[in-house]
C-alpha cells in the first residue's frame, strides 16, 4: 500500500505566531535539560526506538475494551455468601 501523499497548508494568525514563539523558547529549554541530564547519544538512540515504535502497524484492529461493572456493596455481599 502506498504511503499517505496528503498534505494540508496552514496560516497561523498573529497571536498563534506569538504563542508559537512562546511555547518554542519553553520547549527548547526543557529539551537542553533533557539531553544535559540523558546525554545527547542515549536521546538520540531513544528517538530512533520511538520512530521505530511509531511506524509499526498493528497486526489486527484494537478490540475494544470489555465493559467494566461497578459492584456496589450490596453486590459484593451478594457475592460473598
Do not use: N, W
Not at 515504535?53 to 450490596?74: D, F, Q, S
Amino acid at each position: 500500500m502506498a504511503a499517505d501523499q496528503r498534505r494540508l497548508h496552514l496560516t497561523l494568525t498573529g497571536e498563534g505566531i506569538a504563542l508559537f514563539g512562546r511555547v518554542s523558547i519553553e520547549a527548547e529549554r526543557i529539551y537542553r535539560d533533557i539531553e544535559a541530564r540523558f546525554d545527547a547519544r542515549r536521546l538520540g538512540k531513544l528517538f530512533a526506538l520511538l520512530h521505530e515504535l511509531c511506524e509499526l502497524k498493528p497486526a489486527e484492529p484494537p478490540r475494544p475494551a470489555p465493559a467494566r461493572t461497578r459492584r456496589t456493596a450490596k453486590s459484593k455481599a451478594a457475592k460473598g455468601r
